[in-house]
């Protein structure tokens, strides 16, 4: 009901630069909470930034001054801009987003992860 579809990634040298969309489809009343976690090799999971329907946004302290999550409404996209990328942001970046199907209640839903590989 719900598909997310992520780009952006690739392969940056330390210091450079990326910008990360996700973009829902489908058939939904509205997107609220959307986020975006990432998840390194043996590494768990973990939430990167986040930011709500409202413009309310939070950061992980490991990416505090870097990156910055914005969203567009009216094309239902969340964006990831990351800058001053270091070796330890390598990892895949997930999106994930809470919709309120119409009827019903509200679920949630993943993208499908794009690799960001930082390194020289």
């Known amino acids: 009901q719900v598909q997310l579809v992520e780009s952006g990634g690739g392969l940056v040298q330390p210091g450079g630069s990326l910008r990360l969309s996700c973009v829902a489809s489908?058939?939904?009343?509205?997107?609220?909470?959307m986020d975006w976690y990432r998840q390194a090799p043996a590494k768990e999971r973990e939430l990167v930034a986040a930011?709500?329907?409202?413009?309310?946004?939070i950061y992980a302290d490991s990416v505090k001054g870097r990156f910055t999550i914005s969203r567009d409404n009216a094309k239902n996209t969340v964006y990831l801009q990351m800058n001053s990328l270091k070796s330890e942001d390598t990892a895949v970046y997930y999106c994930k987003a809470v919709a309120t199907l119409t009827g019903r209640g509200d679920y949630y839903y993943w993208g499908q992860g794009t690799q960001v590989t930082v390194s020289s």
């Open positions: 930011v709500t329907s409202g413009g309310s946004t």
């Open positions: 489908g058939r939904f009343f509205s997107i609220n909470d």
